[in-house]
């Protein structure tokens, strides 16, 4: 099993970055896909998530409006596209996958919103 995000980078405020978090060794389409961030010395927190059937999202209240979890299933990839970006997003951002018990992460990507 493997997560590899990408698309992450430096933006200014007011942009857009699409994250994408490409999987291996098992299909999104069955397992809940979420997007956490973790900010410099702050904790891992959790920004959107995506479950495994018929796609209902849900957002923490920072993102809510501005960014957009989605998932391609014949690609095996879950998306997460940022828009008005903000200093305060700035974070690495780390794709996870959740079937039961197990819990699998990728390596993240940093985003950096800076003028």
């Known amino acids: 099993v493997q997560l590899v995000e990408s698309g992450g980078g430096l933006v200014q405020p007011g942009g857009s970055l699409r994250l994408s978090c490409a999987a291996s060794?098992?299909?999104?389409?069955?397992?809940?896909m979420m997007w956490y961030r973790q900010a410099p010395g702050k904790e891992r927190e959790l920004v959107a998530h995506i479950n495994s059937a018929g796609g209902i999202t849900n957002y923490d209240d920072s993102a809510k409006g501005r960014f957009t979890i989605s998932r391609d299933n014949a690609k095996n990839t879950v998306y997460l596209q940022m828009n008005s970006l903000k200093s305060e997003d700035t974070a690495v951002y780390y794709c996870?996958?959740?079937?039961?018990?197990?819990?699998?992460w990728g390596q993240g990507t940093q985003v950096t919103v800076s003028s």
């Open positions: 996870k996958a959740r079937k039961g018990l197990s819990d699998y």
């Open positions: 060794g098992f299909s999104v389409s069955t397992y809940r």
